[in-house]
């Protein structure tokens, strides 16, 4: 009834969580030799070069599995365009000047043009062009993430937004995840430490504060740490190879902000108050659609 649905509005609001800042939106760095397999040799948003190395493995594991992929048969022409519409979603050009990041990927449409009718399939599963950012927009333009009808992670709480540049990253992931499920059971996990783990990644990725101006997130070394213990040794190694725990903020140095749940991703052990109903969010990062390349090749 009203009453009953009035009342749970009222917890929703009062229910917070623990999130750390990654720094302020309109910060741009420069890729010194990180971005070498791309051939960035321009500025970046500060948090793409903090996932830089994650983002190089992303590109290069893409790159090798259409390659080394019997089954496609992709020719050189088909491997350049895939190295360079990925490259170019990944790692945007920052301008710090006029506060802007730059997609070049006007042509995507045509990307795959040259690859194989199964590695074009599988590939526009992860890179879905119609809503892929094109040209300049401002590094703070903050946005509802999309509806992408995901089909492994939970939807996003309410009032979360997040940098335009990365609106792609749920899809990404969410289209691997099943395969990372099937790994991580494959090996002997316990199915509820498995679904810890898949909840992490679901909710891990950076997320816009309310007044535009600074990135959150509400993951933690610890709490990336501690939640990985629960796996198999060998399994833990393959995931630690590709969710790198020491690029989340340290809880115990990083000034702390209190905000409401419902304007957050928030992982299974972020720090809360009051109650929440729900794990919230979707959006993850690369993570799992780079542990999927890369355990596929192997």
Same mark, same amino acid.
């Given at each position: 009834? &009203?009453?009953?649905?009035?009342?749970?509005?009222?917890?929703?609001?009062?229910? &917070?969580?623990?999130?750390?800042? /990654? +720094?302020?939106?309109?910060?741009?760095?420069?890729?010194?030799?990180?971005?070498?397999?791309?051939?960035?040799? /321009?500025?970046?948003?500060? =948090?793409?070069?903090?996932?830089?190395?994650? $983002?190089?493995?992303?590109?290069?594991?893409?790159?090798?599995?259409?390659?080394?992929?019997?089954?496609?048969?992709?020719?050189?022409?088909?491997?350049?365009?895939?190295?360079?519409?990925?490259?170019?979603?990944?790692?945007?050009?920052?301008?710090?000047?006029?506060?802007?990041?730059?997609?070049? %990927?006007?042509?995507?449409?045509?990307?795959?043009?040259?690859?194989?009718? +199964?590695?074009?399939?599988?590939?526009?599963?992860?890179?879905?062009?119609?809503?892929?950012?094109?040209?300049?927009?401002?590094?703070?333009?903050?946005?509802?993430?999309? $509806?992408?009808?995901?089909?492994?992670?939970?939807?996003?709480?309410?009032?979360?937004?997040?940098?335009? /540049?990365?609106?792609?990253?749920?899809?990404?992931?969410?289209?691997?995840?099943?395969?990372?499920? &099937?790994?991580?059971?494959?090996?002997?996990?316990?199915?509820?430490?498995?679904?810890?783990?898949?909840?992490?990644?679901?909710?891990?990725?950076?997320?816009?504060?309310?007044?535009?101006?600074?990135?959150?997130?509400?993951?933690?070394?610890? +709490?990336?740490?501690?939640?990985?213990?629960?796996?198999?040794?060998?399994?833990? %190694?393959?995931?630690?190879?590709?969710?790198?725990?020491?690029?989340?903020?340290?809880?115990?140095? &990083?000034?702390?902000?209190?905000?409401?749940?419902?304007? %957050?991703?928030?992982?299974?052990?972020?720090?809360?108050? +009051?109650?929440?109903?729900?794990?919230?969010?979707?959006?993850?990062?690369?993570?799992?659609?780079?542990?999927? =390349?890369?355990?596929?090749?192997?």
């Amino acid at each position: 009834d &009203s009453h009953t649905s009035s009342e749970v509005l009222e917890r929703l609001k009062r229910a &917070s969580v623990n999130a750390y800042s /990654y +720094g302020p939106l309109t910060s741009c760095t420069n890729m010194s030799n990180i971005g070498t397999y791309c051939g960035i040799n /321009y500025p970046v948003p500060n =948090w793409v070069k903090t996932n830089a190395v994650q $983002n190089a493995i992303t590109v290069q594991a893409t790159v090798n599995f259409i390659k080394n992929s019997h089954q496609f048969k992709a020719s050189d022409a088909c491997i350049s365009d895939v190295r360079k519409i990925f490259c170019n979603v990944l790692f945007p050009q920052c301008d710090p000047q006029r506060n802007q990041v730059n997609f070049n %990927a006007g042509n995507c449409m045509n990307s795959f043009s040259n690859c194989p009718d +199964g590695a074009k399939n599988l590939l526009k599963n992860y890179i879905n062009c119609d809503l892929l950012p094109k040209g300049a927009f401002k590094l703070n333009d903050c946005i509802k993430p999309p $509806n992408f009808n995901l089909k492994n992670c939970p939807k996003a709480a309410s009032n979360v937004l997040i940098p335009k /540049y990365l609106l792609m990253n749920s899809l990404i992931v969410d289209t691997g995840i099943l395969g990372l499920r &099937s790994f991580m059971q494959s090996q002997a996990n316990d199915n509820r430490c498995v679904q810890q783990v898949l909840n992490f990644m679901c909710t891990d990725a950076p997320f816009c504060s309310q007044d535009k101006t600074r990135l959150l997130t509400t993951a933690t070394v610890k +709490g990336c740490q501690s939640l990985l213990t629960c796996l198999q040794p060998l399994t833990q %190694a393959s995931i630690k190879t590709n969710l790198q725990c020491n690029l989340f903020p340290n809880s115990t140095v &990083s000034k702390v902000f209190k905000i409401p749940v419902n304007t %957050a991703y928030v992982t299974p052990n972020a720090g809360t108050t +009051g109650k929440a109903f729900t794990n919230s969010p979707n959006q993850l990062v690369m993570t799992a659609l780079i542990a999927l =390349w890369m355990l596929a090749i192997n």
